[in-house]
Every structure is written in C-alpha cells, then in structure tokens.
C-alpha cells in the first residue's frame, strides 16, 4: 500500500458520491459554530467554499491578495459553464458528461472524481440561478445553451462573454452576505505565506497585510487552499499578473503532495507577444474557431515578406493559404482540442511560417464567415471579442485576419487530495485549480467554473465534515503556540532575506529570465535532452536571483516588488519540479507533448501502460531531490482509446 | 496599424508613501515605447528604470489586465482609465499618446476612496455598500430547478448589462461629486431585474442607499459623467430605476 | 421626514419637486409675459397682469412661489456643500468636458447667477408693484381702472439699453439652467428609462429653448422697436 489513500469509495461508479455523502461524519450545529475553518482565495471554488461554510454554521476566515474577492481570476473566464442539464433534449446526462471530460482529460484524471463532478453540475447551474446570475435565455424565458469545443451536445450555460465574472459575483454576494452576517471575518489585500501544522494536522496560516507589512497569525481548525494555478511561471501567461503558486508550494514544503505539475493548458487563441515591452497576454475566446479559419502561407518567400510587413495577409490569394488544420485533421478542422491547434500552430512557426514580426504568429482568418454569413451576424456573435482585438491590436478584425498564436492559460495539476478534497497533510484542503483532482492532462472548456463551483458549494461543504467531526474538542487554536512561532520566524526571516540581497536586478529580470526557459524547454514540446537543460538553468538562475535580486521599498509597507519577489521564488521551485516531473512522463498526453513519444505524423502517443498513474512529488527539504509516488489510475467505465481528430 | 516609437514621454504622477503621509507630483522621463504598449506596460517599464535608478518604484493597482477584474485604476490626463471610451487603464494603449507629451497620472479622488500609497486607493467603501444588501438571500442547496421560474429575455438581457459592472470605481472618479449612484444602481437593477432579486429589491435599495451615504460619497446630479466613463457602459437609467426604488420603498413606509 | 431628507435621494427628491414646481410656474410667467410684444397698446398685457393680481388663486400661490424659491437655491447650496465634502483632494488636471455638458457641472453657478437676476427682477417690477404701487400711473381698460404694468416695463426697457442685455443674458442663462435640470428633475424621480431618457431630454432641451428665446425675446423687441 502507498501513503497514497484517494479514499475512493466502493461500489458503482454512478452510486459512489451518494454512499460516501451516506457513510462520512456529520457536525452538529452546535459544534459548528465552534469550529474555525481559514479559506485562502476568494476565485469560485473559494468564494462559494467560504460563503456555503458559513451558511453552514462554521466561523469561517477568508483571505485574498486582492483588494476584493470579486477581482481573482475566475473573474475572467469568457465562455461558459458546462452542466449535464440535458435542456436541450440532446441526450446529455451525468454519464456522457463524465466521458467527455474524462476522455478529454486523455484518460489521466480519476474517474470517481469526474463522476461526481458531472453528477453535481446540475445543481450548480440551479444554485447560481437562484442566486440572481443572469445567464442568456431563450425568448420563452428558459436558459439558454450554446456548444463547445470536444463534445457532441449543447451543454454549456453562458452570461454573455463575462460568465466567469457573472459566476464569481454570485459566489462573491453569497460571501458577502456571510459577511455582513459575521460569518465571515473577510482580510483583503492579505497573502498567505505559510501554512501552520500542529501534531501533524494544519491549524492556521501565516499571511501577511500587503497594506502595513504586518505579518499575522491566523488559527483555524482546517484550512482550505483555493488559490488557482501556477501558470504564472511562465512569465507570460494568460493569468492575472497576481496569480501565483505560493499558497500550494507552502502547502508542499509542509508536506502536501504536488500532483502531476507538469499538466499545463497551453491556450491557442490568444494575442502574439509583440516586441519585448509586454508583461502579459490576452485570451481571445475559443468560441471563434466556430466560424474563423486558422492558416498561414503556403509559401516560405510570402512568410518572408509578411514578417518584414512587406505585404499584408489580404496580398496572399487563396490557393497560396495554407489552412494546416483543416489539412492535417479533416473531420475536426479548425475544431480541434486545445492542445491539438497549439501544437500545429507552434509547428507551423517553427518551420518559418510564422506571419508576424517575430514569426510567432498564425492568422485567424473570418473573411470566409463573413463572406457566407454577412458582417452582421459575425458582429452579432464576436462583436465585443473584434472590438477588444482592435483596442489592443489597433487592427480591424473585419478587414484584416486577426493573428493569434498560443499562450499558457490554465494548470491542470496542483495540490495532490484525496476524494474528500483533502491534501496528504490532515486538515489541509485544496480546491479549484489548485488541485490537481479532475482534468486529467487536459481540460475542455468551460469545465474549469464547473470544477470551481462543484467543489466549493457541494463537495467540500460535505466531505470537511468527516475531518472536523473529530475536532469537536479540539479548542479554539491558539496562535502562540510554538509552531506559529517558528512558522512566522521563517516567513520573516525569508523576506528579510529577500529584502537585504539589495543586488542589482529587477524581479521582473528573473522572472522573463524563468518564463523564456519554461517555454523553450518545458512549454508546448518537451524532450529529455531540453528538460534535464531547463533543470539546470532553472538552478542557476535561482541561484542568481538569491545573489543578485533587488527588492525596492520597505517591508511595512505596501510594496508590490517585495510581493512579486516571494511569488517569483516559489516560481523558481515549481518551475524546476515541472520540468523534474515532465522528464518522468515520457509519454505525450493532453497538454504534455513529449518529442519522443509522437506517432510518425508528429501527433501525440500515450503510453497507457507505463504511464497510467498520477505523479505525487513529495517535498524532501531545500537540498534533496523531491520524492515521486505514483497514483495507478484505474479506469473500469471508460476504454483507454488513442484520441484522434483526424 | 504598424506600431511606432514613442521616443520620449514626460510622466507627471502623484508619489505618496502611505495613508497618512502627504503627496505630491514627480514628473519622471521614459524613452522609446511601443505605440504597440499598454499603459501599464508603460508603467511596468518606467518602474524597472526607477528599480534600476534606486527609486521606488509607482505602486498602481492592476491584475487581470483583461479589462474584466476592475483592480487598475488610473486618472490619465483628467479622465478616468485616461483618453479612451469603454476601455479600463489595462486596456489603454499608447497610441492614444503623442511623442513628447506630458501624461498626468492620479489616482481616484474621493473621500470614501482613501489613497493608500502612491496611485492605490482604498475601495473597501464598495465592499460595504455590497455587503448591506447586494445579493439574494438564499443559501446553498435547496433551490428550485434553474428552469422553474422563466424570465423574459429582454429582462435577462437588462440585468445582464447591469449586471457588467466591474466594480472599479471610475464612476466615482468622473463624478463631479464623487458620487457612487451608478455602482449602487448597477447592482440594484442587476438584481431588480430578476424574479430571483425582487424579492428583496425595496430594501435591498434602502439598505445600500443609506450605507453609501454613510460612507461619504456625494450626490448624484445626473451629469452623466459617469456613464460615459464607464469601461463597460452601465448606463444611468439604472440611477433612475435605484430612485425609483428607494422612493417607493421609503414612501410607502 | 427628517430621515428621508438626510438620504442622498431623499435630499435630490426635494430638489426635483421644488425645480419642476418652478417650471411649471415659469411657463405660466412666459406665456402671462409675452403679452407684451403682441400688443404695443399694452391693453393684453395689464388685463392679464390685473388678472394675476386680483386671482385668490394667484394669491395663495403666491407665498408658495416664494417658499419654493428659497428651498430650491437654499437647499441647492447645502447638497453642494454635501457634494464638494466627499471630493477633500482635487485633481490636479480634469478633462470632464467631452463626458458631461457645462451647465450638468455648473448649476449652482447658474442657479446663482439667476438668482442674482432674480433679485434685481423682483427689485424691477414685483417689489413696485407689491410694495410701491403709488409711484405707478393707472389705466382704464373696459371700464375698470388697474395699475398699468406695461408702462412699468416697456418704460424700463425703452429706457435703458443695459437692462436690455441684462434681461437677455437673464433668459440665456435660465435656459441652460433648464436645459439639464428639466429631465434631470425626471430622472430624479425615478421617472426615466432607456426609452423616456431620450425624450425626457428632448422635452428639456425643447422647453429651455423655448424659455430662452421666449424671455430674451421681451426684452429684444424693446431693444429693436424703440
């Protein structure tokens, strides 16, 4: 037996949730009101963890960098939330649901976890209604469902191209009238910077005031981290520039398991980097390769011109385009999976058919739409996404392709739990995206809100319970303890560190410097040779970064350079434990394309047999190589077939 | 389309060290910058300069830089997120500059928006007025099936474009009052709209009402600033319907 | 009461009624007014001022009228004062032109401005009139003797070209007044949507034009008939 225990119930598959919910410990209201439970980010998993907690009874601490909860990135998720509803009388259901995301995730996520996911979303679609979202309806008055990219049927539910925010803000009123109840204690502009553990078990946090400086301890029967992925180690990404791996790397050194690290969504509809003065890149949704068609030249010669601005892309007649995907995968053509069109994007550029200045850049061409459906009805459908391209690109969508080439959007691993949403330190809870739990090496869209809100309003609320129905006479914790102690000492000491090396370079220096690597060797194609390098780099830019970092301002006070200095730190470790575990998986899955194991046309090989198992890297201390446990995936419902969209 | 260089741009901007220290204006140098930039980026590169110069750098608010968080929170030249209409500072670019101009960069000015240091202020105020009544009042679990009740699409629609609101304060900074109407409406009629919220919609007006007061902002006087300042065009028919609300609601009492 | 007129709303409500009560008393003011110039004869114009006079209608509003005024520009003074607190620190550069109009921003130096107007007005005519009415010659009009107005103020206007554009600038200015604070006394009310808004502020800017040019216009024709 590994120390791994998901806790995976028995029985049937479809019956697994509700004989758990039947068997797990339940608490009385009366200890619920003396138990204490801290949330760290205030996303959609977070936010409707902490607001469905206090509705519960438990006195609940929650805690976001931001200076409201409505600002963390969910906030900015465009396009919908998938439920298996089956409104459309399409023959959706919990099953087909499960499959989808389970085969989308290319057969590397659990498979009770994805269940209960897919049997959850239709309350989560209920929940947010009664909440006051304004999701789009029809004329007659019911909700109304638009489609997306990997699946069959009409499932997704959608406000607009702001479902994200609409969702977070009523997670985020749920959570305020907590608070205005005092249910919640809510700390703005806080960061957590360690997680406290007792006998073993997580009893607080140590987070600092980002406006005084202050560092504070926060005591707490259990802990929930919920603050996002870790994409941000890429410099450039699609994530907010906040969004950090900080919180889920504390929770490692403390001993919680990092699952599958190397699992990153790589986004392929996103605005090319331009010059070297850009801090962060733009998503434009997914929803345009429904009627834009993605190509580049045909010719080496045309390419050419195009990156000197010799011609423009009108100049290039038809028979000279070569729309690659529609080439190479017929029956999906401009459809393809995420990972699919990034990976043919990137090898199109490569090959020096890339139409930008810096020949990193595809077309995402909607003359073809426009001709078949008239400007109005493409104005109709992308009109606010064109509009955002102009402000940014000051090119008109309408007249010219748009250009879009890939950009790292999401991370499907993070924090390794168990079933009950638990990581492997007792008491300690990961939810969202930071854990790793259910999309596998890739995720489809609009699952990520539905993972978000499944696991803060309907899993959590329930499995905590079996934990805390033990700590009913544990008192309140008390922060002077020696542990608190010691774990302020260290987070001090560590930004006093950070504070004194006074070298010579930006944090932003370090930063670019980890991103280039990251992508170069640990981004869309990895290959041994490229990450044992990246391993290497990665050390000896750390090593720099503690000589030579400088950190502007004072530590009691506001102070954004010393924020981004601890972030970056932590980004250095995740980003060598990424390319550690990546160089474990010699197989290509999801996002992770390894060079070695590709079919003869260059497209993703799994390697069920060696590979069927989740990666838990355990943290052995600064100097040791980290320990790898392996999770067998055992799947009983689905066949493991080869993913083809040819 | 091509991007130009900008070779020299004059950055006029507020410096104050913390809550309770005085400011003041610091004009500072930057050379070549992309046309291509966003503001932000603008500001990311002057403050590595500054890093390099020991300088402290310009604290600003910012975070998705997709125009949808609401954290940035920029008075550029006069006007809120700066020379651009519906765009918030993250999504301002350069070109709207000429070579050689003077920027003024301030942060937004009010007495419920405290300035906490250099161009970040202090929004708690719109946590407040949220948490006296944004929202329904319904916990999770045990509600209706989503499709029970139907709502009319033009509904829908309304509530929906109230309901855009980003929550960063630019309505606030471009009234003349400093008033917060076209926030506390915004989230009025987004709710107001909905069968789901007009259950609570009288008091919910009364509650955020008489918190915004408390709080400090000014009155409306219906100059419309806001509206047209706002990145995401929340339009102040939804001031009308809040008045109409809270009149009703505190006539019938 | 006295908690509705502490709340922002309540404050703007008392605003709202008290200007569209002195609208509507305006129109009434024009229309009694521009009997001046349809008549040189000035036999219209003093039938309908004895008319005013002589109402118990006219009398009871009268004070009324009065009160209105003073709640309307005493009050105006205490929201601005309310208004000019939550802003402690100004900007430094403010480009507010391209997002509001000038007299959205500027009614209470508009307001004061009329009022100014109004003070030497009422020193014009109401207060001899009311309170001086033997420096003023009297007529016979259909066989009943009234005090005869008209000369009163086509003297004043025939006399002096200076009140002449004073009167002008008079209407001018209470045209921009009205120009933003007719449909914002709608909007105020609650009385506006996305469909009224457009029509509420076509009336408004319709009636402030017509005030305008119908004030201005008195004045104007003293100035080029005599």
Redesign the interface.
Known sequence: MSILNSKIPEGPLAEKWSKHKANIKVVSPANKRKLEVIVVGTGLGGASAAASLAELGYNVKAFCYQDSPRRAHSIAAQGGINAAKNYQNDNDSVFRLFYDTIKGGDYRAREANVYRLAEVSPNIIDQCVAQGVPFGREYGGLLANRSFGGVLVSRTFYARGQTGQQLLLGAYQALNRQISKGNVEMYSRHEMLDVVKIDGKARGIIARDLVSGEIKRYGAHAVVVATGGYGNVFFLSTNAMGSNGSAAWQCYKKGAFMANPCFVQIHPTCIPVHGDQQSKLTLMSESLRNDGRVWVPKKKEDAVKLQKGEIGPNDIPDEDRDFYLERRYPSYGNLVPRDVASRAAKERCDAGFGVNAEGKAVFLDFKYAIDRLGKDVIAARYGNLFQMYEKITDVDPYKNPMMIYPAIHYSMGGTWVDYNLMTSVPGLYSIGEANFSDHGANRLGASALMQGLADGYFVLPYTIGDYLADEIMTPKIDTNAPEFEEAEKEVTGRLEKLYNIKGSKSVDYFHKKLGQVMWDYVGMARNAEGLKKAIEMIKEIREDFWKDVKVPGDLDNLNPELEKAGRVADFLDIGELMARDALDRNESCGGHFREESATEEGEAKRNDEKFTYVSCWEYKGESEEPTLHKEDLVFENVKLTQRSYK | MADKILKKLNIKVWRQKNASSKGKFETYTIENISTGSSFLEMMDILNNELIEKGIDPIAFDHDCREGICGTCSLYINGRPHGPDTEVTTCQLHMRKFKDGETITVEPWRAAAFPVIKDLIVDRTAFEKILQAGGFVSVNTGGVPDANTIPVAYEDAEESMDAAACIGCGACVAACKNSSAMLFVSAKVSHLAKLPQGQVEAKKRARNMVAKMDELGFGGCTNTGACEVECPKSISITNIARLNREYLVSRLSR | MSK?L????????LMSITGLFLVAFIAVHLTLNLLLIFDDSGELFNLGANFMATNPAIKIMEPLLGLGFLIHILWSFY?EF???????????????S????WA??N?LVLGALVMVFLIIHIINFFWVIKFDPHTMSTIVIGGEEMEDTYTLVADLFKGSVAYCFFYILGGLLLGFHLS?GF??AF????????YW?KRWQAIGYAYAIIVAIGFAAIPLYFLVKF
């Open positions: 509705f502490a709340a922002s709303i309540g404050r703007k409500f929201l309310q208004n000019w607190k939550a802003r402690p620190v100004k900007y430094d550069k403010k480009n507010m391209g997002a509001s109009s959205s921003r009614m933003h449909w914002s909007q105020t009310l609650g009385l506006n949507n996305k808004m």
